[in-house]
C-alpha cells in the first residue's frame, strides 16, 4: 500500500541581489526553443498562446505574426487533435515564408502520443501536462493505492512518452512538462492532496523517464490560479532540483488569472515575487483578454525588477504640498513624448527637495525649481534652469545634444 509522505517545508528564498542590487539568476541549464534559448543565463524570454482554432490557418498565422511584432518571443499553439497537429505543417510553413521564423510550442493534452509525435516535426517544442498526457479515471470510492497499481501506471506512462522524447531528442528540440494544479492526476491527488508536493513529485515523474532517455531540453511550468500555491510550487521545485542536482529553466505564470487590473496582479504577484528571487526563465502572463494585451504586461514586470530593458522608465514623485506645477500632466507631457526611447531612465519630480537625491540613478531630471521655471539634470548635475512652459522641449533638446534621441 502507497503510504502519505511527512509534508514537506518549502525553503523560502530570499531575494538575490548582487552588491549592485541586480537580481542574481539561479544558475540553469540552456534550452533551445526554436531562435531563442530558454536558461543559461539567457534574457528571460516572452510567451503567449494564440486563441485561434488551429485548424483556421489563415487565422492562426496572422495571430502569430501579430504576436512576434509585439514582442513575444516564442508563441504556443493548442493541438487538440491529429488534424490540428497535421496543420502546424502548414502554419509553420506560412509564418517562415511570409513572415520570418518564430519559435513555435504545440500544446499537447489528453492521451496525446500520436498528436504529440506528429506535431513535434512542425514545432519547436511540445508542452504536455503530466495528469493529462495517460488520463486515469478517478475512483471515487478509492481507498487505497497499491504499489502494483502505481507502477502499473509509470509503465503506461513511460510507454507513451518515449516515441515523443525520442524525436525531439533527436531533431534537437525541446518539451514543457506543465504541470497544472487543477489537473493533478489522480494518484498524485491521492498521495499528496491537492498541494505544490504533487504538481513537484508530477513533474520529477516526468523528467526521470526523460533522464532515462538522456534527453535534458526540458523546460518545467508548475502553474495555479492561487498565487501563493504557485509561488509555493515552484520553490519547493527549486529545493527538490537542487537536492537532485538538476538544473532545469522554469516558466512562471499564474493561470487563469482572469483580466482587468486584478488579473494583472495576480500575474505580478506570482510572477514577480519569484523572478525577484532569482527564479524563473521565461514567463507568460494569462489574461481573459486578447493575448496581445499580455505582452507589455509581461515587459512591464521584467523591466520593473531590471532584467530586461525594453521601455522607457520614469521615476515620478507621487506629489504633495510642495509640488511647483501639475505633476501628473507634466508627467504625460514627458512620456508622450519620449516613451519611444529605449533604456532610458526620466524622472519627473516635483521640488528640489527630494528630487536630486530620490532621481538619483535617473539619466535626466525634470523637476520644480521655482514658480515658472523648472531645473534639468543630467544624472545628478544640474544643467539649465528654463521656463515650465518651454520645459518638455529643452528636455528633449538635451537628450538630443547628449546623442540619445531617435525619432518616433
Same mark, same amino acid.
Given at each position: 500500500?502507497?503510504?502519505?509522505?511527512?509534508?514537506?517545508?518549502?525553503?523560502?528564498?530570499?531575494?538575490?541581489?548582487?552588491?549592485?542590487g541586480?537580481?542574481?539568476?539561479?544558475?540553469?541549464?540552456?534550452?533551445?526553443?526554436?531562435s *531563442? $534559448?530558454?536558461?543559461?543565463?539567457?534574457?528571460?524570454?516572452?510567451?503567449?498562446?494564440?486563441? #485561434?482554432? $488551429?485548424?483556421?490557418?489563415d487565422?492562426?498565422?496572422?495571430?502569430? !505574426?501579430?504576436?512576434?511584432?509585439?514582442?513575444?518571443?516564442?508563441v504556443?499553439?493548442?493541438?487538440?487533435?491529429?488534424?490540428?497537429?497535421?496543420?502546424?505543417?502548414?502554419?509553420?510553413?506560412r509564418?517562415?515564408?511570409?513572415?520570418?521564423?518564430?519559435?513555435?510550442?504545440?500544446?499537447?493534452?489528453?492521451?496525446?502520443?500520436?498528436?504529440?509525435?506528429?506535431?513535434?516535426?512542425?514545432?519547436?517544442?511540445?508542452?504536455?501536462?503530466p495528469?493529462?498526457?495517460?488520463?486515469?479515471?478517478?475512483?471515487?470510492?478509492?481507498?487505497?493505492? $497499491?504499489?502494483?497499481?502505481?507502477?502499473?501506471?509509470?509503465? !503506461?506512462?513511460?510507454?507513451?512518452?518515449?516515441?515523443? /522524447?525520442?524525436?525531439?531528442?533527436?531533431?534537437?528540440?525541446?518539451? !514543457?512538462?506543465?504541470?497544472?494544479?487543477?489537473?493533478?492526476?489522480?494518484?498524485?491527488?491521492?498521495?499528496?492532496?491537492?498541494?505544490? #508536493?504533487?504538481?513537484?513529485?508530477?513533474?520529477?515523474?516526468?523528467?526521470?523517464?526523460?533522464?532515462?532517455?538522456?534527453?535534458?531540453?526540458?523546460?518545467?511550468?508548475?502553474?495555479?490560479?492561487?498565487?501563493?500555491?504557485?509561488?509555493?510550487?515552484?520553490?519547493?521545485m527549486?529545493?527538490?532540483?537542487?537536492?537532485?542536482?538538476?538544473?532545469?529553466?522554469l516558466?512562471l505564470?499564474?493561470?487563469?488569472? =482572469?483580466?482587468?487590473?486584478?488579473?494583472?496582479?495576480?500575474?505580478?504577484?506570482?510572477?514577480?515575487?519569484?523572478?525577484?528571487?532569482?527564479?524563473?526563465?521565461? *514567463?507568460?502572463?494569462?489574461?481573459?483578454?486578447?493575448?496581445?494585451?499580455?505582452?507589455?504586461?509581461?515587459?512591464?514586470?521584467l523591466q520593473?525588477?531590471?532584467?530586461?530593458?525594453t521601455m /522607457?522608465?520614469?521615476?515620478?514623485c507621487?506629489?504633495?504640498?510642495?509640488?511647483?506645477?501639475?505633476?501628473?500632466?507634466?508627467?504625460?507631457?514627458?512620456?508622450?513624448?519620449?516613451?519611444?526611447?529605449?533604456?532610458?531612465?526620466?524622472?519627473?519630480?516635483?521640488?528640489?527637495?527630494?528630487?536630486?537625491?530620490?532621481?538619483?540613478?535617473?539619466?535626466? =531630471?525634470?523637476?520644480?525649481?521655482?514658480?515658472?521655471y523648472?531645473a534639468?539634470?543630467?544624472g545628478?548635475?544640474?544643467?539649465?534652469?528654463?521656463?515650465?512652459?518651454?520645459?518638455?522641449?529643452?528636455?528633449?533638446n538635451?537628450?538630443?545634444?547628449? =546623442?540619445?534621441?531617435?525619432?518616433?
Amino acid at each position: 500500500m502507497q503510504t502519505l509522505p511527512t509534508p514537506v517545508t518549502t525553503k523560502v528564498s530570499s531575494i538575490c541581489l548582487a552588491t549592485d542590487g541586480k537580481i542574481q539568476r539561479r544558475q540553469t541549464r540552456p534550452v533551445p526553443v526554436g531562435s *531563442i $534559448t530558454i536558461g543559461g543565463g539567457h534574457p528571460v524570454a516572452v510567451q503567449s498562446m494564440i486563441n #485561434e482554432d $488551429t485548424l483556421d490557418i489563415d487565422a492562426s498565422v496572422a495571430a502569430i !505574426r501579430r504576436l512576434h511584432e509585439i514582442g513575444c518571443e516564442i508563441v504556443r499553439v493548442t493541438v487538440p487533435s491529429m488534424a490540428h497537429a497535421k496543420a502546424m505543417e502548414e502554419i509553420r510553413h506560412r509564418v517562415f515564408t511570409t513572415y520570418q521564423p518564430v519559435p513555435l510550442v504545440a500544446d499537447v493534452h489528453h492521451n496525446g502520443l500520436k498528436i504529440a509525435l506528429e506535431a513535434a516535426k512542425h514545432v519547436d517544442n511540445v508542452r504536455i501536462n503530466p495528469g493529462l498526457y495517460v488520463f486515469e479515471k478517478p475512483k471515487l470510492d478509492r481507498t487505497e493505492y $497499491t504499489q502494483a497499481e502505481f507502477d502499473e501506471i509509470g509503465d !503506461r506512462i513511460r510507454e507513451t512518452l518515449e516515441p515523443l /522524447v525520442v524525436s525531439l531528442r533527436d531533431q534537437n528540440k525541446s518539451m !514543457r512538462i506543465g504541470v497544472n494544479h487543477g489537473s493533478l492526476a489522480e494518484r498524485m491527488l491521492f498521495t499528496y492532496g491537492d498541494t505544490p #508536493e504533487g504538481m513537484v513529485e508530477s513533474a520529477l515523474e516526468f523528467i526521470r523517464i526523460c533522464e532515462s532517455l538522456n534527453f535534458y531540453n526540458l523546460e518545467i511550468s508548475l502553474k495555479a490560479s492561487n498565487v501563493p500555491v504557485m509561488i509555493s510550487a515552484n520553490r519547493l521545485m527549486v529545493q527538490r532540483m537542487d537536492e537532485l542536482g538538476m538544473n532545469y529553466p522554469l516558466h512562471l505564470g499564474v493561470t487563469e488569472a =482572469g483580466d482587468g487590473e486584478y488579473g494583472r496582479i495576480k500575474s505580478t504577484a506570482g510572477i514577480g515575487t519569484l523572478l525577484a528571487e532569482g527564479i524563473g526563465d521565461t *514567463i507568460r502572463v494569462s489574461l481573459t483578454e486578447a493575448p496581445e494585451k499580455e505582452i507589455p504586461v509581461c515587459y512591464s514586470i521584467l523591466q520593473a525588477l531590471g532584467l530586461r530593458r525594453t521601455m /522607457v522608465e520614469y521615476v515620478a514623485c507621487p506629489s504633495c504640498g510642495r509640488t511647483l506645477f501639475n505633476l501628473e500632466e507634466v508627467l504625460h507631457q514627458v512620456r508622450a513624448a519620449t516613451n519611444h526611447l529605449t533604456g532610458l531612465n526620466i524622472a519627473v519630480m516635483g521640488c528640489i527637495v527630494n528630487g536630486p537625491g530620490e532621481m538619483a540613478d535617473a539619466d535626466y =531630471g525634470y523637476v520644480g525649481k521655482q514658480a515658472g521655471y523648472i531645473a534639468l539634470y543630467r544624472g545628478r548635475e544640474e544643467i539649465k534652469k528654463v521656463p515650465e512652459d518651454r520645459g518638455v522641449e529643452e528636455l528633449i533638446n538635451l537628450i538630443k545634444a547628449d =546623442g540619445r534621441w531617435v525619432d518616433p
